[in-house]
């Protein structure tokens, strides 16, 4: 963005620590970070992970074993692998980077909408023909405060480090936005209630992102 004189670039590492190739198959690293090498002048880092730690155990799993230390296994609890590679980036952060140059923001977790019992449709619903968003009760306790178990384990470790982390925490509103998804309206000839159409939700994610990053250079 040449107007504005910034850089922004893009880096996949969809489970923070490293993945490498071994003797017998490629290798999840849940104590290793090496690409916090390629991370240390950025002026702001934005981080997101979850997602793809729900492919650990499933015939989608895009590695062949899991290193925890000296133990490597073919497959672990989901939130427990989670838990565990956050605490070597948590580490990683404190230190690493330098804070007071490099501002490091975390976005929470992008909920998904397959369930429809979450807005009290029938069993075996989702997101398919929905055209408006969830409307909250009178008291607004249908969707209570997140407390789902990665959710938890995010803000747990962010609580137990030195350095300041801003959490950009887009999970309850986003919540209640069952019809942002693309539904059936994709490629993949599947119903899709995982990813966000455009423009939509991640509108109001880069509003509240805008404003942190103003809060955290003025």
């Known amino acids: 963005m ?7 670039l893009r880096l996949n590492s969809h489970y923070l620590v490293d ?3 071994g003797k017998n198959g490629s290798v999840l690293k849940l104590n290793s970070m ?3 090498n390629l991370w240390n002048e950025m002026d702001v880092l ?3 992970s979850w997602l793809w730690w729900t492919r650990i155990g499933t015939p989608s799993q895009p590695f062949d074993h899991i290193e925890d230390g000296n133990q490597t296994v073919k497959s672990m609890d989901q939130i427990e692998a989670y838990r565990k590679a956050l605490t070597t980036w948590a580490n990683w952060v404190d ?8 501002k490091v923001i975390f976005q929470a977790l992008s909920p998904s909408h397959y369930n429809g019992r979450e807005w009290n449709k029938s069993e075996g619903t989702n ?23 990665p959710s938890l384990v995010l803000k747990e470790v962010l609580n137990q480090m030195k350095k300041p982390i801003h959490l950009l925490d887009i999970t309850t509103l986003s919540k209640l936005r069952k019809d942002g998804h693309p539904s059936k309206f994709n490629t993949y000839g599947l119903v899709d209630c995982k990813h966000w159409c455009i423009a939509g939700v991640q509108d109001t994610w880069n509003q509240l992102l805008y404003y942190a990053l103003k809060k955290l250079f003025i």
């Not at 040449?2 to 922004?8: A, F, G, P």
């Not at 690493?96 to 140059?101: A, L």
Request: negative net charge.
């Open 2 to 8: 040449q107007d504005y004189e910034v850089s922004v």
């Open 19 to 21: 993945i490498e190739e």
């Open 34 to 36: 090496k690409m916090g």
């Open 46 to 48: 934005i981080f997101n």
């Open 95 to 102: 230190t690493s980077v330098n804070t007071t140059k490099t």
């Open 127 to 149: 997101c398919e023909g929905e055209k408006e968003p969830i409307i909250l009760t009178n008291n607004g306790t249908l969707y209570p405060k997140d407390s789902s178990p």
